[in-house]
C-alpha cells in the first residue's frame, strides 16, 4: 500500500474555549499529534487500530486479525474472532462505574417537561425491553422494525435489540406506510415497535395508525410494541398489538447480554440509492461501534469524565442519529440529547433555550437548520447564554460559507471549534472533518481526512487517481476503515456493484469533490441521482417510482434545484397518458403531491410538479437531466450542447411550463 500523504495542516489560533483554560479541558487532538498518528492510521493500520480497538471497546474474547479483506472482493472485516456486546458496551460498562450518571437527557416537544435517564436506569428499562422481546421469540439474528418518534424508548429499543443479539431496523417516523411496509417486509421483520402517536412541533402524528396501514400487507409480522406517547385513541389489535409500559414492567430488571461476533449484523438502515428501490445498508456490531466511539471522541472532543454534555440534532432514523445520539456517546459514557421537537417551536430560540438549560458541550446540527435560523434573525440566539459549548459540528450537506459564519459567530461565538463533518451512511461514521485544535478550518470545507480514511480523487471517466492539489473528481476511499458497511441486506451483489465495482479496488462514495491550492477538500455534492432536501437522503428514482403509479402518469422526471434554506428541493416533470382526462392541472399536481407523500412521506413531497407534453431525451430515449435541472433553476442561458437532443423544441416548451409554474 502507497504511503499515506499527510495533509499540511497549517498552523493557526486554536479557539479560546479549546486551550483548556478556565476549567474547560484540554483536547484530546493537537495539530502535531494529528501530523504524525493520521500516517500510522494509514501505513501501520493494524498496530494503530489494534492498540485502540482494545482501549474503546469492552471484550468478551479479545479478537486476534484487526482487519481482513478488501474491496477488491468486498469482504471487509475488522477486529475477527472477537466477541462483544454492543449494549455491555453502551449501558452496563458504565452503569457500573458510575451508575449516576446522566446517560439521556429528553427535551420533549413541549419546552419545560425535560428528563433525565442515568446510566443505572438505562441498565434497567434496556433488559427490561430486551426481555420483553425475548418473550416476544424474538432471537439472535432476528429483525426488529423500529418505527419511533424521538423518545428515549427508540434508545432503549436499540439497546435491547442489541442486547439479545436482534438485528435492527429503524424507520424514520416521517415514512408512509407503504415505505414501511417495503421496508419490514425486506428484512423480514416479525415485531414493529412504534408509539400510539408521535409528537412533534406540537402537533400529533398517528404513528400507530400508520404502522396498522403498513401491516396489512406484511404476514411475517406477529407483534406490534405500542409505547404509549399522548395517550390518544389507537386501535389495540389484542393478538398482535402489546403495551410497551405493561410488557416492560412484566420483566426483570436484568437481561444477560448475548456474545457476539465482531462482524455480527447490528443494524440495517434503509437508505436511498441511485435506483426506486431502498437498500438496507448493514453495519457490522464491532467496527460500527469502534468507528463511531473513536471519531466521536475525537471529532467533538468528548470528556465524558468532565461532565460533557453532547447534544446531536438529527432524528434517530437516519444514519446520524444513530451514530451520533446513540452508539458514539454512549461507547463514550458520556450524556445524550434526545431531542423530540423542531428548531422553531415554540420559536426560533428553542435550540438556544436547550443548550443554556443544559449547559451542553457538543451541538450538532444541519446546514438546513442553520440557514433557517439564520433567517429568522440573531436576536433568538443572541439573547442565550450559550458559553458551555465548546464544539459545535454541522453535517448532511455541504455548508455554504455564508451559513457557517454565522454559526460560528452567533452560536460558537468565534470561541468555540467549529467541525464540518462529512460522511455517509454506508460509511457509519464521519470520513472527512477537522479536529478541534487540530485543524485551521476554511468555511465550506471539511478539511482533511480521518484517522483511517485514505481519500482519493478520481477521474469520473477514466477512473485514473489525481494526484496533487488543485484537482476536482469524484471522491472515493482507498483503504477499508472499520465502520464501513458490509453489505446491503439480501442483495450482496448491488453493494459490490454499487460501492466497489464502480471504481475498482475502491469505496466509492457517489459524491464529488476538490482538493483546493492548500490541500482541503470540498465535498461538491452527488454526482449520481442521490437529492438531499433538508439533509435527508432522496432518489430521484424512488419519487419518479411514486409518481407513475398514478394512473393519468406516462412518464416524468425528477432533478434536484438549488435551494438556499433546505439545499435542494425536488421538482417533478410529468407528462401525462393520452387518454389521461382531467379538471384542471392544479387538481392533478395536488393529486400527485399526495401520492408521494403517501408512497414514501411528506419530506419527499416535490415542491413543483409540471406537466409538459414531452421531456428532453436524446436519440436513443434517455432523458437529459442535466437539462431539466437548468430549466427547473431558470439557469438556461447556457445549455450546452442539444445537438443529441431527439425534439429540441421541446425546451422552449419546457422553459415556458416553468416559467408558467413559477408565476403562479
Ligand atoms: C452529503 C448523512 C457535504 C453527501 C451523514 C453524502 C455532505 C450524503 C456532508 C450522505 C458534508 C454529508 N458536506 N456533503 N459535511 N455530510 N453530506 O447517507 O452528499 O444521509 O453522500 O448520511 O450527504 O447522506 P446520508
Known amino acids: 500500500m502507497a504511503e499515506a500523504e499527510v495533509p499540511e495542516v497549517p498552523a493557526f489560533d486554536?479557539?479560546?474555549?479549546?486551550?483548556?483554560k478556565d476549567g474547560r479541558p484540554a483536547p484530546h487532538v493537537n495539530a502535531d499529534k494529528y501530523k504524525s498518528d493520521y500516517p500510522?492510521?494509514?501505513?501501520?493500520?493494524?498496530?494503530?487500530?489494534?492498540?485502540?480497538?482494545?482501549?474503546?471497546?469492552?471484550?468478551?474474547?479479545?479478537?486476534k486479525t484487526v482487519r481482513s479483506g478488501g474491496f477488491e472482493n468486498g469482504d471487509v472485516a475488522w477486529f475477527n474472532e472477537g466477541r462483544l456486546n454492543a449494549a455491555y458496551n453502551c449501558v452496563d460498562r458504565w452503569a457500573h462505574k458510575y451508575p449516576d450518571r446522566v446517560a439521556i437527557i429528553y427535551e420533549a416537544d413541549e419546552p419545560g417537561q425535560a428528563q433525565e435517564i442515568t446510566y443505572s436506569q438505562l441498565l434497567v428499562q434496556v433488559s427490561q425491553a430486551a426481555n420483553m422481546l425475548k418473550s416476544l421469540g424474538v432471537r439472535k439474528g432476528d429483525t426488529v422494525i423500529v418505527y419511533?418518534?424521538?423518545?428515549?424508548?427508540?434508545?432503549?429499543?436499540?439497546?435491547?435489540?442489541?442486547?439479545?443479539?436482534?438485528?435492527?431496523?429503524?424507520?424514520?417516523?416521517g415514512f408512509s406506510a407503504d415505505s414501511l411496509r417495503d421496508r419490514t417486509n425486506d428484512c423480514g421483520a416479525r415485531v414493529v415497535i412504534t408509539t400510539d402517536e408521535g409528537k412533534r412541533g406540537g402537533r400529533n402524528i398517528a404513528t400507530k395508525s400508520i404502522v396498522d396501514a403498513a401491516l396489512k400487507e406484511c404476514d411475517k409480522v406477529e407483534h406490534v410494541v405500542v409505547v404509549k406517547r399522548t395517550g390518544g385513541q389507537v386501535n389495540i389489535d389484542e393478538k398482535r398489538d402489546i403495551w410497551w409500559h405493561e410488557a416492560c414492567s412484566r420483566e426483570r430488571a436484568y437481561c444477560p447480554p448475548e456474545s457476539m461476533s465482531a462482524e455480527d449484523p447490528l443494524f440495517i438502515l434503509y437508505t436511498s440509492g441511485s435506483t426506486g428501490k431502498p437498500k438496507g445498508v448493514v453495519h457490522a456490531t464491532a467496527g460500527y461501534l469502534f468507528g463511531t466511539a473513536l471519531t466521536l471522541r475525537h471529532v467533538f472532543d468528548v470528556h465524558p469524565d468532565k461532565g460533557d454534555r453532547f447534544a446531536c440534532m438529527a432524528d434517530v432514523g437516519w444514519i446520524t442519529g444513530h451514530s451520533y445520539i446513540v452508539y458514539g456517546p454512549l461507547m463514550n459514557g458520556v450524556t445524550t440529547l434526545v431531542f423530540e421537537s423542531t428548531p422553531v417551536y415554540p420559536s426560533p430560540s428553542r435550540y438556544w433555550e436547550i443548550v443554556d438549560q443544559h449547559k451542553l458541550t457538543q451541538f450538532y446540527t444541519a446546514p438546513t437548520s442553520i440557514r433557517l435560523l439564520r433567517r429568522l434573525g440573531d436576536e433568538h440566539v443572541k439573547k442565550h447564554d450559550l458559553s458551555s459549548l465548546r464544539v459545535i459540528g454541522s453535517v448532511g450537506e455541504p455548508i455554504n460559507p455564508e451559513a457557517w459564519h454565522w454559526y460560528n459567530d452567533n452560536v460558537g461565538r468565534k470561541e468555540c471549534a467549529i467541525v464540518d463533518t462529512y460522511w455517509m451512511t454506508?460509511?457509519?461514521?464521519?470520513?472527512?472533518?477537522?479536529?478541534?485544535?487540530?485543524?485551521?478550518t476554511k468555511p465550506g470545507s471539511a478539511t482533511f481526512p480521518f484517522w483511517g480514511i485514505k481519500p482519493v480523487l478520481l477521474d469520473p471517466t477514466s477512473g485514473e487517481v489525481l494526484e496533487g492539489n488543485n484537482v476536482e473528481g469524484v471522491l472515493a476511499i482507498a483503504q477499508p476503515w472499520p465502520s464501513v458497511a458490509r453489505t446491503i441486506f439480501g442483495d450482496h451483489q448491488r453493494f459490490l456493484d454499487t460501492y466497489m465495482r464502480a471504481y475498482k479496488?475502491?469505496?466509492?462514495?457517489?459524491?464529488?469533490?476538490?482538493r483546493d491550492k492548500d490541500g482541503y477538500i470540498w465535498i461538491k455534492?452527488?454526482?449520481?441521482?442521490?437529492?438531499?432536501?433538508s439533509g435527508h437522503r432522496l432518489s430521484t428514482a424512488e419519487i419518479e417510482s411514486a409518481l407513475i403509479q398514478h394512473p393519468g402518469v406516462a412518464e416524468t422526471a425528477v432533478v434536484g434545484i438549488p435551494d438556499e434554506v433546505t439545499g435542494q428541493t425536488i421538482a417533478a416533470y410529468v407528462t401525462l397518458k393520452p387518454e389521461f382526462s382531467y379538471d384542471s392541472e392544479e387538481a392533478l399536481t395536488k393529486e400527485l403531491?399526495?401520492?408521494?407523500?403517501?408512497?414514501?412521506?411528506?419530506?419527499?413531497?416535490?415542491?413543483?410538479?409540471?406537466?409538459?407534453?414531452?421531456?428532453?431525451?436524446?436519440?436513443?430515449?434517455k432523458i437529459m437531466r442535466r437539462l431539466l435541472r437548468k430549466c427547473a433553476s431558470h439557469d438556461t442561458d447556457n445549455l450546452g450542447d442539444?445537438?443529441?437532443l431527439a425534439d429540441p423544441s421541446v425546451i422552449d416548451h419546457i422553459k415556458e411550463k416553468t416559467n408558467a409554474f413559477d408565476k403562479k
Not at 454506508?426 to 487540530?438: D, H, K, R, V
Not at 479496488?505 to 476538490?514: C, P
Not at 403531491?593 to 436513443?620: E, H, M, W, Y
Request: aromatic share 8%; glycine share 10%; with cysteine.
Open 642 to 644: 442539444l445537438s443529441s
Open 593 to 621: 403531491v399526495i401520492q408521494v407523500r403517501r408512497n414514501i412521506g411528506p419530506f419527499a413531497a416535490p415542491k413543483k410538479i409540471i406537466i409538459v407534453s414531452d421531456l428532453p431525451k436524446t436519440r436513443s430515449g
Open 40 to 63: 500510522q492510521s494509514i501505513d501501520n493500520t493494524d498496530e494503530f487500530f489494534g492498540k485502540l480497538g482494545k482501549e474503546l471497546i469492552d471484550w468478551d474474547v479479545p479478537f
Open 426 to 440: 454506508e460509511s457509519g461514521s464521519i470520513m472527512i472533518t477537522p479536529l478541534p485544535g487540530a485543524t485551521k
Open 525 to 533: 455534492g452527488r454526482v449520481d441521482d442521490v437529492i438531499n432536501v
Open 14 to 20: 486554536v479557539p479560546s474555549r479549546l486551550l483548556g
Open 505 to 514: 479496488g475502491y469505496f466509492f462514495t457517489g459524491d464529488g469533490a476538490a
Open 148 to 173: 419511533l418518534p424521538m423518545i428515549p424508548e427508540a434508545v432503549v429499543s436499540l439497546l435491547a435489540c442489541a442486547r439479545i443479539g436482534a438485528i435492527h431496523s429503524v424507520v424514520f417516523a
